[in-house]
């Protein structure tokens, strides 16, 4: 079977698949360039395309340990009783060391 009667015949397993995917179930070898070319092509590729989106990340400018903190409280009410009757959980991170903490309040 061709790779794009794979990729176009919903019966098949790989069908509607990564160009990559698709490839390397199919033991075709072909250039990766190309198969994208060739793809970019069908209206039924360009539909299902997974879309990749890079995460924005927030910059933190710290110069010190312990100079900027992250911190949650996080409601355990509803499980207090399999926590032994804690109902809270504070947690805090340390911004330049991703070190956590977590304090646990019965209250």
Same mark, same amino acid.
């Given at each position: 079977?061709?790779l794009?009667?794979?990729?176009e015949?919903?019966?098949?397993?790989?069908?509607?698949?990564?160009?990559? !995917? +698709? *490839?390397?179930?199919?033991?075709?070898?072909?250039?990766?360039?190309?198969?994208?070319?060739?793809?970019?092509?069908?209206?039924s590729?360009? +539909?299902?395309k997974?879309?990749?989106? !890079?995460?924005?990340?927030?910059?933190?400018?710290?110069?010190?340990?312990?100079q900027q903190?992250?911190?949650d409280?996080?409601?355990?009410?509803?499980l207090?009783?399999?926590?032994?009757?804690?109902?809270? +959980?504070?947690?805090?991170? *340390?911004? +330049?060391?991703?070190?956590?903490w977590?304090?646990?309040?019965?209250?």
């Amino acid at each position: 079977m061709s790779l794009e009667a794979a990729y176009e015949n919903p019966e098949h397993p790989g069908s509607y698949m990564e160009e990559l !995917k +698709l *490839c390397l179930e199919q033991e075709m070898v072909l250039s990766l360039e190309r198969l994208k070319i060739g793809y970019a092509k069908k209206e039924s590729y360009t +539909l299902h395309k997974t879309v990749r989106r !890079k995460l924005k990340k927030n910059r933190v400018l710290v110069s010190q340990i312990n100079q900027q903190f992250q911190a949650d409280l996080i409601d355990m009410q509803s499980l207090s009783e399999y926590n032994e009757g804690y109902n809270y +959980l504070l947690t805090r991170i *340390c911004t +330049l060391l991703k070190y956590t903490w977590e304090y646990t309040y019965q209250e």
